[in-house]
């Protein structure tokens, strides 16, 4: 479980240059609206989606653009959704928190907190008798660890056992509040023995032990031995949306996130371990130059017809 792979340095340099890459288009004007980012918390997507086979359902929260690159939809046709272009991949229509792309086992964002939860299970159900032998995961962040929906599909998912992994990304505020400051126990992963589920703690800026203890939950899922929740220790390097003033944060909290996040722990580990600072660095250089060409193509498509608005709608 130690073992630290080049490949996920790239993978995850990927996604921060694309987060950073959205963050200044956002500020630019290209992108409207809301946007959230996960910067910081790289690891959990590289790590668990590195788990996943084609025809695994991943549904994400509306911080999910990590989870989609990991999934393995390409950056331009996502840039591109972003600045409501209609080569996006809904055609401009979903934006930052709504995309989907099921062709590639992404069913999605929710920005109803913690409702993808009894949607990854309906589609394990369904799984389970299409005989595509589907494992559904459900990723969420802490805060969602207290919404009725997050209840009902854990309890639905154990006593039914479903394929289902359910993934709480805790990166220790529930939007603007301290997880602490609204659970008695914060150790959320505890929670599952209620449901007769099991339940780890993990380091989530870890991208091999995400990876690890993802293969085995989803692994008992297939095997018919139901749900499990992993709950993946991560923090945040930025607002929990475009514009958080970060109030709330303490003093030198963010120069010890910087520390400690998963591109500068991995960074270190791969160079102590022998591998040359220049194939080291080469990674952030890679991922940076190729997101900005995905970037400079999706701005230069044509932006989505307003006229299609009404077209994949049911009357």
């Known amino acids: 479980m130690s073992e630290r792979r080049p490949a996920d340095l790239l993978a995850m340099w990927r996604i921060r240059a694309f987060e950073e ?14 946007v959230h980012l996960c910067i910081g918390q790289e690891a959990i997507p590289v790590g668990a989606c590195d788990a996943l086979e084609e025809r695994d359902a991943l549904f994400a929260t509306y911080r999910g653009h990590g989870w989609a690159l990991a999934r393995g939809v390409p950056a331009e046709p996502l840039f591109a959704e972003l600045m409501g272009r209609a080569s996006g991949v809904n055609g401009g229509r979903g934006g930052s928190a709504y995309f989907t ?16 939860a009894p949607i990854a299970c309906g589609a394990a159900l369904a799984g389970r008798h299409d005989g595509s032998d589907r494992v559904a995961v459900s990723v969420f962040g802490d805060g969602a660890m207290n919404q009725g929906a997050v209840h ?9 056992s ?33 449901y007769g589920m099991p339940g780890h703690r993990i380091d989530g800026n870890d991208a091999e032990a995400v990876r690890f203890h993802m293969r085995d939950a989803v692994e008992v899922a297939r095997e018919g031995g139901g749900p499990t929740l992993l709950e993946c220790m991560t923090e945040r390097l930025a607002g929990h949306y475009i514009g958080d003033a970060e109030a709330y944060r303490r003093p030198g909290e963010l120069d010890r996130i910087r520390r400690e996040e998963p591109i500068a722990r991995l960074r270190e580990g791969l160079l102590a371990d022998g591998v040359p600072a220049h194939d080291v660095d080469a990674a952030e250089r890679t991922a940076r130059d190729e997101m ?6 999706a701005l230069a498509a044509p932006l989505a017809d307003p006229a299609t608005a009404r077209e994949h709608l049911y009357a």
Request: proline share 5%; charged share 20%; hydrophobic share 50%.
């Open 21 to 34: 890459k959205v963050r200044d288009l956002r500020a630019e004007g290209p992108i409207v609206g809301s």
């Open 101 to 116: 792309a099921a062709e590639y086992g992404f069913h999605g964002e929710n920005s109803i907190v913690g409702a993808g």
């Open 152 to 160: 009902e599909a854990m309890n639905f998912a154990a006593a039914f």
């Open 162 to 194: 479903l394929p289902v992994v359910f993934v709480c990304e805790n990166n220790r505020y529930s939007e603007l509040t301290p997880i602490a400051d609204m659970v008695r126990s914060p150790r959320l992963a505890d929670r599952a023995a209620a």
């Open 292 to 297: 900005d060409a995905a970037a400079a193509a």
